[in-house]
């Protein structure tokens, strides 16, 4: 709460707008160097914005470097050139966040895209090379990544990002199902009775919803709007960090969400969900933390079958700074 949005959400927000209203047309080439440029941001920043884009249709990735406006359904133009465009710059500077945070997501995103297929070394000198920043960025990025419970030190002081296996999910679990319910008794009675009620119309709407058209990014955010914003009105800070660093799989959902919308007809976790914040809704907050925990407990196995799907049908790529460690 209270957090400055990052600066690749920034720069997603005002291209998005561009796009969708016509200002940059279909067709039109966006290139990391010249966004970066436009923008008065860092590369980084602007190759997460890019990816962004393409994950929500707004882009296609073109053979070679760079990105092509997509052109809206029943407007496709087979065979026309794409042309290099500017972005507007926006009218007033984008904020920029602190050094870290300009890479921070990037990072997260590439160790949980890898964590089910094993434990990987992160190698801080390279990760700092990588992105063209100091040693000290590197390590408050490996910092706030270890709070968040998805990087570790062994006992020589490495840092590592410990693998998705069947007992570590199930013990991250069973920290959750201790913690996080006693977090929503506690934060029921401070949650505005509007944003209960906006989370609930939103899971309202994706169950009535065709499961083809529930992506990925959608489930992410419906995770979050329970497990994060909910929770977050707990008044014990404590607790609420401690639940944070257990979340490490919550973090992880976005990935696979991505990979296994083909595993159930329908996503489990929908009427799970819809059950607590109804009871939120309807001032039960003891019967909600209730049927969290049950959600958390049954989520498990779903995890575990999820990690296995993905773990056995793609591979991960390597980089610079991550480096597989043997099982």
Request: glycine share 6%; aromatic share 6%.
């Amino acid at each position: 709460m209270g957090r400055a949005t990052p600066l690749y959400q920034q720069a997603t927000d005002l291209l998005s707008a561009q796009i969708v209203s016509g200002e940059i047309p279909a067709g039109s080439l966006l290139q990391e160097t010249r966004l970066a440029s436009d923008l008065g941001i860092s590369r980084a920043p602007a190759r997460r914005t890019l990816a962004l884009l393409a994950e929500r249709g707004l882009l296609a990735k073109r053979p070679g470097r760079g990105y092509v406006v997509a052109a809206p359904p029943g407007r496709v133009q087979p065979g026309a050139a794409a042309h290099p465009v500017a972005a507007r710059a926006p009218e007033r500077p984008l904020v920029a966040l602190a050094a870290w945070e300009t890479i921070l997501a990037e990072v997260e995103s590439q160790i949980v895209a890898r964590i089910p297929f094993g434990n990987w070394r992160l190698k801080e000198a390279d990760l700092a090379r990588h992105f063209a920043v100091s040693r000290t960025v590197a390590r408050d990025v490996l910092g706030r990544l270890q709070q968040r419970g998805l990087v570790r030190k062994d006992e020589r002081s490495h840092w590592f990002a410990p693998a998705l296996t069947p007992d570590r999910i199930v013990d991250l679990y069973e920290m959750r199902a201790l913690l996080e319910p006693v977090a929503l008794a506690k934060a029921a009675p401070l949650i505005p009775a509007m944003e209960v009620s906006a989370v609930r119309a939103r899971l309202i709407e994706a169950l009535e919803r065709d499961s083809a058209e529930i992506d990925g990014n959608l489930l992410d955010r419906l995770e979050a709007d329970l497990h994060v914003g909910l929770l977050g009105y707990c008044p014990n800070r404590e607790m609420i960090r401690s639940i944070t660093h257990h979340q490490s799989l919550l973090i992880a959902h976005g990935f696979l969400y991505r990979w296994t919308r083909t595993m159930f007809d329908r996503e489990p976790f929908l009427p799970e969900h819809f059950e607590i914040v109804d009871r939120l809704a309807r001032g039960d907050g003891d019967g909600a933390a209730r049927a969290l925990g049950d959600h958390l407990r049954m989520s498990s196995d779903r995890a575990i079958a999820r990690v296995a799907h993905v773990s056995g049908r793609f591979a991960a790529e390597p980089l610079p700074y991550l480096e597989r460690i043997s099982d």
